[in-house]
């Protein structure tokens, strides 16, 4: 039964419906500056699979078809949106897919929900976890059909569906902003800007310590040399770092928009747009695009942040 049913979903279309409307955020620091924020709801694309990780995977899952290999193999941290969204995926076209796990063996809502979607996972100890071609070696040498996608989604692919984020908007905007893990989305929207020759000014907002060394990893998608802008003061000490300040954030956010963000990406994100608006960075008039990347199942690993709510 399940084989058959697999052997439908491989010839199922990958069709990848693009649901993301454009909301305003009313906010009196925003009144008073004179700036408009918008945010780009890609977290409305699908309820599990975070919206950049969508877009990201779309050209990957289209090359593993065209190349008729039907059982994608990636790789990700035990609280990876990543891991997620490739599980999801993977169950909804009609592939088998595998999770290579940093780090001991362990259970949490994200890896509950990866396996539900079938993926298989293996836990890896974070020393070989470094090498991820030779993993990929190691396990799956002898499996024709295994298809390599890197940690993130992280690949001209991966760029490529970002840059379509552009292609969908109506309006002119001074300034994009969104959150970087690999890099791959912003570069593929910063590609985006460009074939759609806009004066936008990109800013990419690293979620890691020393975030500088992103700009390699942007640049190395980019389809022609580009400049945006950088900041890297907002890692809140680090990757799923937090601090009390930007917990009281998400929270007042969350409770006067009715919209989720998370402490690990958008959190970060949306905080800069409002430091910085407080510093008067943005001219008056200016209308700002924030992109939501979704990743709102990370709120979930998190409880113990927002205290009261902390489980234990
Ligand atoms: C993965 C992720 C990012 C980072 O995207 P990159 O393309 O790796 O830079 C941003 N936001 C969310 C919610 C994510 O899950």
Redesign the pocket.
């Known amino acids: 039964m399940a084989q058959a049913i697999a052997q439908l979903l491989k010839m199922k279309e990958i069709e990848l419906e693009i649901f993301s409307p454009i909301h305003e955020i009313r906010h009196p620091l925003l009144n008073e500056k004179g700036i408009d924020l918008y945010l780009k709801r890609d977290d409305l694309i699908h309820p599990i699979i ?4 969508w877009r ?1 995977l779309k050209y990957t899952l289209l090359k593993a078809r065209d190349e008729k290999q039907d059982h994608l193999v990636t790789f990700g941290g035990a609280y990876s ?2 891991l997620l969204a490739t599980a999801a995926a993977a169950a909804q076209f009609g592939f088998k897919a595998t999770g290579i796990v940093r780090g001991e063996e362990v259970t949490n809502d994200h890896l509950f929900l990866c396996s539900l979607y079938g993926m298989n996972l293996l836990f890896v100890d974070r020393e070989s976890y470094r090498d991820k071609p030779s993993l990929f070696t190691r396990y799956f040498s002898n499996d024709a059909n295994a298809f390599f996608i890197d940690e ?3 690949s001209p692919e ?1 760029a490529q569906g ?1 840059s379509e984020l552009m292609d969908e908007l109506m309006h002119n905007y001074n300034h994009i902003f ?9 570069a ?1 929207i910063i590609n985006g800007i460009n074939n759609n020759y806009l004066e936008t000014e990109f800013h990419a907002i690293p ?1 890691f310590k020393n975030g500088s060394f992103i700009a390699n990893e942007i640049d190395k998608y980019l389809l022609k040399p580009s400049v945006y802008q950088l900041h890297t003061d907002y890692h809140f000490g680090g990757y799923a770092k937090t601090t009390p300040q930007l917990i009281g954030f998400i929270q007042q956010f969350v409770a006067t928009t009715g919209i989720l963000i ?1 402490p ?3 959190g970060k994100m949306l905080y800069a747009i409002f430091d910085l608006a407080g510093k008067n960075y943005f001219k008056r008039g200016s209308k700002i695009l924030a992109i939501h ?3 709102t199942w ?1 709120l979930l690993g998190m409880k113990d942040k927002f205290l009261p709510f902390a489980d234990k």
């Open positions: 975070s919206g950049n990780k990201k949106n990543h993130g989604g992280s991966g970002c969104c959150a970087c893990g690999t890099g791959t989305t912003a593929g979620v998370d690990v990406y958008t990347t979704g990743g990370g």
